[in-house]
């Protein structure tokens, strides 16, 4: 009987240790990665947005190369501008790291609230062509670290994050849209 006992206690504290252990890095992890490492995220993000939308990187493939990699560098280098009547620019950018969801010294896949005004200028002489829109959405990155800088590698949308779009909303538009 007390050898029956030893083996169920022995059962139930490793079902608790498991639960315990699955409960640290399914709800807590994400919480500590985010604090540690959003801040550091949410730069990569916002240099991101700021070059890949100005007038160089809707022109240039070497300010692509800077800010992206894999098929996120692809599909912007698809886009290049040439001799367009017009490219977007972004007015202002801000990143708000959600969860950091996987962090390592050369991978990281992060949710993200970003908020921006865009306008469309004439690359040339800069003038606008049409006037600034604010956007904000939520979307899960993945970014690698290459020669010790974050690019945006791809969007991983498994989770349904890439919705939440809010267009142009008047808090948006006085916030991203000084004109």
Known sequence: ?????????????????????????????????TRFYGPE???????????????????NPDVVDTVATGQDLEY?????????????????????????????????KAAFRIEWGMQYVDPKSKAVQITCRATAHTKVLILKKEQGVWKVETGADEFGFDRNPVEDSPELHAKYCQE
Not at 23 to 29: E, M, P, Q, T
């Open 1 to 33: 009987m007390m050898f029956r006992n030893s083996w169920l206690m022995i059962g139930f504290l490793g079902g608790v240790i498991l639960i315990g252990s699955l409960f640290l890095w399914g709800f807590v992890r994400p919480f500590w990665l």
């Open 41 to 59: 995220l949410e730069q990569a993000v916002e240099r991101f947005f700021t070059l890949i939308y100005s007038v160089e990187g809707n022109t």
């Open 76 to 108: 912007h280098m698809k886009f290049l501008c040439r001799d367009c009547p017009s490219v977007p620019v972004v007015t202002e950018v801000q990143a708000k790291t959600l969860w950091v969801l996987e962090y390592s010294d050369t991978t990281s």
